[in-house]
């Protein structure tokens, strides 16, 4: 056994599920990490969810290690690092680097999707068809009369610079300050919390993540709908789109480990005011002259009996989302969304109010949500 690994000389196993590992931020094993994501990255744009799922796993096993990968022995003992897999840490412990992964990069298909996806509002298909279309550049995109783009893809195309640039912890933190006093003028016992990547302590992120409820039931249902028309009058809204709730109780939780959820949630852009001339963090040369930065913000509304359920599904990562609803599937006869999970073999809702009520009916140990970056 390896000097590195205390791992390989114990009985200790690392769960093949996220959910029963601790990932911490910091990731001390990235130069492995970073080549599995590509690659899973470049299977999803392919559209072969096998393989994708296989790198991604394997990722966020390194992931969750507590020790630098320094020779194959320290692959001892560790799940869902199969030959593919052991062949590229070899590599890349043998040169720094691996020709695959090198490969796919160079790819123009993956260049190009990489790129497309980058923008607000694009996706897959639409990647797809401007990659088949022969388009290189965002300046291709945007210049071309002839396509017709969502108004979201317009917006993505029009504040790229900015959307592009990351949103830092401070950015991210006046924001929702500033959404949490709009929202409790209009209702003071309102729940409001900053999730996403921020709750699991990123310093930077693609977008701002608030979730909103009330205690009291039903009086959630308004908060949305009267938090954008005063942003629209502070005149800090610069795109919104409203998705009205599809959640039906009568229906059991989604089988699928990647199904959307049925709440009540707006996908915005937002105007961030600069504070003091200079002092704004990641700001482009374009966006200088305005006193403001365009910032994603994503708003979820669920009831107050679904909170946690939603709390602990937009918290992510996505990795540890898919594991968890996997776990609840094949070890516990639980089907688990966002919305709440359900016991197979009691026929019955399991009600939570707390993240930890969640992780109890599962059967796991609790993890803080800064151990949840798998
Ligand atoms: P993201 O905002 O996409 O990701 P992130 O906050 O982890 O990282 P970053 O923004 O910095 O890239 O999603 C946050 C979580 O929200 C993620 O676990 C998936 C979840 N989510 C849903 O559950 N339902 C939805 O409809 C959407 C859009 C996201
Ligand atoms: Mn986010
Ligand atoms: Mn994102
Ligand atoms: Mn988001």
Redesign the pocket.
Known sequence: ASFNNPLASSWVQVSQYACQRRTPLQDINGIFTDAFEILAENYEFLENKGPCRGFQRASSVLKSLQFPIATMNDLDGLPLLGNEMRTIIEEILEDGKCSRVLDVMNGERYKSFKLFTSVFGVGLKTAEKWYRMGFKTIEEIKSNPDLKLTKMQKYGFQYYEDIGSF?SKSEALAIYEHVREVIWKLVPDAVVTL????R?G?E????V?IIITCPREDKEKSILHNTISILKNQELLIFYDIIESTFDNKKLPSKCVDA??HFQ?C?TILKLQKKKEGTMESMNSDSKIRNWKAVRV?F?IPPYKQYAYALL??????Q??RDLRRYANHEKNMMLD?HGLYDKSKNVFLEAYTEQDIFKHLGLEYLEPWERNA
Do not use: I, M
């Not at 999730?195 to 921020?198: A, I």
């Not at 599904?313 to 996505?318: C, K, V």
């Open positions: 949103v999730t996403g990547g921020f699991r990123k930077k992120g693609h977008d993540d959307l959820d949630k996908f994503d979820v599904g937009w918290t992510g990562s996505r540890l989302e966002n």
